[in-house]
């Protein structure tokens, strides 16, 4: 039986023919990462290349993709190319009436040894490649050459698309198809090998249709047409999909027998007081959602649920019910926030909110009332130290910080709900950490409520998020003003003009505004906060999205380089400068002002001592300023769509109407241009997730483009493929329910633990 852990110097010892003693395919195959057989056999092609029509020399079409069967005739001498960047020869075949030449280029000179021996001046090939021509003779561009013997149906071979793999410079795609090609050979004849034998249930496979796993790698690593690719990478996806949704269901079902304390609220208790002083009516929505919380906070499970809710739907209150709920039934509740900012306020508006019921433990407090803290990193060490007192003696009801909740040091006397705020800024392992310190006391599992903005597909829900239960706030409280979106043209001085003059105005009327940048700094070279770099066709040549990251200045592709977005720094003298808003009180708000200095300024933001705040986006997530009217994005086009829509968030919120103005000296026609037009047209936060999603790359979805690792899933795409997602789900929790430990299934068992390792985050690339 054949070792895929194997390395694949023992696997695929040659290949092709080695003719050359240096020709050592694994070790350039170890430049791809490739290591041993399992390795190499799900390194999936990253696509295919149609051969094209069969056709005879003399009816060549320049420019046209195209197959030849022909004889070769002469290879040549491998010579290095100029710039010694490499070394080509050229290999010329005839088809008995015309000639035409094929360039080879390789890293080194041992590369041409195993593609030379495999085709000897006289054998029969399969040329595929792009027709050229080069004075009167005909060339094959990108040549791709497969061997036939006497009595092949060239026209049958033809059918077949090309795989082309993730090759580098340093190990060329027909090494990666040759050593694939010995490594398919051998398993064949060896018969079943320990890691492609189906692990998936029999029923399932059946009811699908798959593919075997052997059978799926061999037709998409040398599939014979396009539908016998289809049926390999059918098998592959839905393994793919049913593999990770198994996991997720196992997550689930064990967090399902996993113990809770019941949270029960009282008749006399914080929640019921704290319902009845509030200054407004529950949003019908806010009422259902509350209500599915409440009943799962009363089971002895923990609660694991994911509330989402456009921008101002008061998912907020939400939560503090929730904790006011576990706060009653004797417990602690911790809400976790992406930042400083959005912490603080929190606080703010939590203490706000719940008035002297927020004094518990004060003299003149209510005696129902409990304690609110705040822990984030910044805080001075003895605030600090008064806060995990707090929280480790039980005394704070609920603790509201930063990441520096997770630390070590953080301890809660009766943890009964964590709330994370912005959950997709954090990791699943993050929302564990916090979790643990409740489990750690012995009473079980804390509740668990994610909260996000930013609305989710379903089937991508399902795929991040599988393990949690899903509630939708899909109603705004009443009274929300209309906010009107206009898209000013930021190369037209008038226009800016006008910007700054509407700021006095509302100024005038006691409102007051926020001014966005994409930068700190002038002299930056990173972006401020997240703010994006340009993606636009036009603004983006394609050398430098391969790049390293930030690239900025400097000419790539001919093209003159984005001007660099104006900074904090610099607009904030503009303003002050401005002879309309130049007597406004204007202060600047970035990620580099030390904590203080932020909470500062946002708390004389909050109370009406400023008129302008030049921002970064910092003031994306969560601020609650429901006088601010006015909202200018200086450089718009260099924001995404769901940050625009956040930062818009921000405004409308008070009843007040606002105005939202989008500077940007991007053409209307381009990407950016475009998306700032959807951005005038619709508030609805679903239908502009749905187009920021159709706009992302994949990877970007997954988040995996960011961290740079790769993500295990190859073939599911979490968009294109919902329907699989869905029936993989099903599957997987009906065969979970019926066999919760795997016990029955133990190749799938296998096949989980060695795929998903730690955690599904991980598993997605996420962390
Ligand atoms: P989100 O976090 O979902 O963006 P918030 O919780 O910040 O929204 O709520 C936005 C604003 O709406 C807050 O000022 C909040 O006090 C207010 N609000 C919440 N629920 C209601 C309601 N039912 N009626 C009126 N105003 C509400
Ligand atoms: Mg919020």
């Known amino acids: 039986m054949l070792d895929l852990d194997a390395p694949l110097s023992s696997l695929v010892p040659r290949a092709g023919d080695g003719t050359s003693k240096n020709a050592n395919p694994s070790k350039w195959l170890s430049d791809l990462g490739l290591e041993t057989g399992r390795d190499l056999l799900w390194h999936l092609p990253r696509k295919y290349q149609d051969r094209g029509d069969l056709t005879p020399i003399r009816e060549l079409v320049v420019g046209e993709d195209v197959s030849i069967v022909a004889q070769v005739q002469d290879v040549g001498k491998p010579q290095p190319l100029q710039r010694k960047t490499g070394w080509r020869t050229v290999v010329t075949l005839s088809d008995g009436r015309d000639r035409i030449t094929a360039t080879f280029f390789m890293a080194t000179q041992h590369q041409f040894g195993p593609l030379l021996g495999k085709y000897p001046v006289g054998s029969l090939v399969l040329a595929t490649g792009r027709a050229g021509k080069f004075r009167e003779t005909w060339q094959l561009d990108k040549p791709v050459f497969e061997p036939l013997e006497e009595g092949d149906d060239a026209g049958a071979r033809a059918e077949a698309p090309v795989p082309l793999y993730p090759a580098t410079r340093s190990c060329p795609n027909f090494v990666v198809r040759a050593s694939v090609a010995t490594l398919l050979d051998a398993l064949a004849a060896a018969g079943p090998a320990a890691g492609v ?6 029923d399932v496979a059946a009811a699908e249709g798959l593919l075997p796993p052997l059978a799926a790698l061999e037709a998409v690593h040398r599939p014979r047409d396009r539908a016998h690719l289809a049926r390999g990478q059918d098998r592959l996806r839905f393994e793919e999909a049913f ?5 997720l269901a196992l997550r689930r079902a064990s967090t399902a027998t996993q113990t809770a304390v019941a949270r029960v609220p009282s008749p006399d208790g914080i929640a019921a007081a704290f319902d009845e002083r509030l200054p407004f009516p529950l949003t019908g929505a806010q009422r259902r959602v509350g209500e599915e919380i409440a009943a799962e906070l009363a089971r002895p499970h923990p609660m694991q649920r994911l509330l989402q809710g456009d921008v101002g739907s008061g998912k907020t209150l939400v939560a503090l019910r929730a904790m006011l709920t576990v706060v009653d039934g004797g417990g602690q509740a911790a809400l976790l926030a992406p930042t400083e900012v959005l912490a603080a306020q929190h606080l703010r508006s939590i203490t706000g909110a719940l008035g002297d019921l927020a004094a518990g433990g004060f003299l003149g407090g209510d005696p129902r009332g409990t ?11 003895a605030a600090r130290r008064e806060s995990l007192l707090a929280a480790a003696s039980g005394e704070a009801g609920i603790v509201v910080g930063t990441h520096a909740l997770l630390q070590e040091g953080v301890q809660f006397a009766d943890l009964g709900l964590v709330v994370v705020d912005e959950q997709h800024r954090f990791g699943v392992e993050q929302r564990d950490v916090l979790r643990r310190k409740g489990t750690e006391t012995g009473r079980g599992v804390p509740h668990l409520l994610a909260m996000t903005a930013t609305p989710i597909p379903r089937t991508v829900a399902m795929t991040l998020f599988g393990d949690l239960e899903t509630s939708v706030l899909d109603e ?152 601010a009217s006015v909202m200018v994005v200086v450089d718009a086009d260099r924001f995404g769509i769901s940050q625009l829509h956040q930062l818009r968030g921000r405004i409308g919120r008070g009843g007040l109407p606002g105005t939202c103005l989008l500077l940007s000296d991007t053409s209307p026609d381009s990407r950016a241009g475009r998306r700032l037009k959807a951005l005038a047209r619709t508030r609805d936060g679903f239908e502009l997730a749905r187009l920021d999603l159709a706009e992302r790359r994949e990877g970007d979805v997954l988040g995996a483009a960011q961290s740079g690792e790769r993500s295990s899933l190859q073939l599911l795409g979490v968009l294109q493929h919902a329907d699989v997602i869905e029936r993989a789900r099903s599957r997987a929790r009906t065969l979970v329910e019926v066999d919760p430990d795997l016990a029955r299934h133990p190749g799938l068992a296998a096949a989980v633990a060695s795929r998903v390792t730690g955690d599904t985050a991980a598993f997605l690339g996420r962390t």
Request: aromatic share 2%.
């Open 476 to 627: 705004l409280p009443p009274g929300r003003a209309d906010v009107q979106t206009v898209v000013v043209p930021q190369d037209k001085p008038a226009w800016i003009d006008r910007t700054w003059q509407r700021i006095a105005e509302e100024a005038a009327l006691g409102r007051q505004a926020y001014v966005v940048c994409a930068r700190i700094d002038a002299d930056d070279d990173d972006l401020a906060d997240g703010a994006e770099e340009p993606d636009d066709e036009e603004a983006q040549p394609p050398a430098k999205a391969k790049g390293k990251g930030k690239g900025k200045g400097g000419t790539a592709g001919g093209r003159p380089a984005p001007r660099p977005p104006a900074a904090v720094s610099q607009v904030v003298e503009v303003v002050r400068a401005h002879p309309a808003t130049a007597a406004l009180r204007t202060e600047v708000l970035h990620g580099r002002l030390v904590p203080a200095e932020k909470e500062d300024v946002m708390g004389r933001f909050a109370a009406g001592e400023l008129d302008v705040v030049v921002a970064t986006t910092v003031v994306e997530v969560g601020v609650d300023v429901p006088n």
């Open 197 to 202: 034998e189906e692990f998936l249930p029999d």
């Open 371 to 381: 304690r609110v803290v705040l822990l984030t990193g910044s805080m001075g060490a």
């Open 243 to 247: 593999v990770l949704q198994t996991a």
